[in-house]
């Protein structure tokens, strides 16, 4: 069974401040890996998608990379804002996707 | 309406109750999936549905009750349900089930008290 967590649970950086937050899987034989944003009491928003062959994804300030062979993947966030303030997912499998409990993020104004 | 929409958005029932969650989704997706998110828990799949065939039940007790009468609508019908059901039920879509692109988007979801 995949099993996926996410360090730190909670996070709080001044504004500016780059974030890095953690992912890793127990099981590499994953199709993709997502990334989620989730904000109080809301649904999910995807921020990226890496696929099994790829390496990294970026999106704006948003970069995302993947290891499988060591079973982990990164979401850098550069130059924070006090709007990425939420809950960050990792999401690993296929159309069977194995969530972690999330990341907490509070950037301070 | 774009995207994945969900309702009702807030729910309260009795344990004797029976009541119905409603999924749609406005991207031609082939793929839909009911999820449950409690407290201070990860996401658990519940079911999965593509071409509206089921593909995946995850152990769900009987309670819940899944229906997809066509691609773009997923029904949750829920019946005499435990307070420790209550939880954040969130739907999602995806282009397609057995894609290594299989980006899944979600709706806002239904938070379901039950007393």
């Known amino acids: 069974k995949q099993e996926v967590t996410q360090i730190p649970a909670a996070l709080s950086v001044p504004e500016g401040e780059n974030l890095v937050l953690n992912c890793s899987f127990t099981?590499?034989?994953?199709?993709?890996l997502q990334w989620f944003r989730q904000d109080p009491g809301k649904g999910l928003t995807s921020l990226l998608l890496i696929q099994s062959s790829q390496r990294e994804q970026t999106s704006g300030r948003l970069n995302a990379s993947l290891d499988k062979s060591s079973g982990r993947s990164t979401l850098y966030i550069a130059a924070s804002q006090p709007g990425d303030s939420a809950t960050y997912l990792c999401?690993?499998?296929?159309?069977?996707?194995?969530f972690g409990a999330g990341t907490t993020v509070t950037v301070r104004a | 309406e774009t995207g994945v929409t969900q309702t009702p958005r807030h729910l309260v029932m009795g344990m004797t109750n029976k009541k119905s969650l409603k999924c749609e989704q406005h991207l031609g997706h082939n793929a839909m999936y009911w999820y449950k998110q409690s407290a201070k828990k990860p996401l658990e799949l519940m079911f999965v549905y593509s071409l509206e065939e089921r593909v995946e039940n995850n152990s769900v007790p009987s309670r819940f009750s899944p229906e997809c009468p066509n691609s773009s609508h997923l029904f949750l019908h829920l019946h005499t349900l435990q307070p420790e059901d209550s939880a954040l039920y969130l739907c999602a879509s995806s282009q397609e089930r057995a894609s290594s692109y299989n980006e899944q988007f979600f709706g806002p979801g239904t938070r379901l008290t039950v007393l």
């Open positions: 099981d590499s034989a994953i199709y993709n």
């Open positions: 999401a690993a499998g296929g159309y069977k996707l194995s």
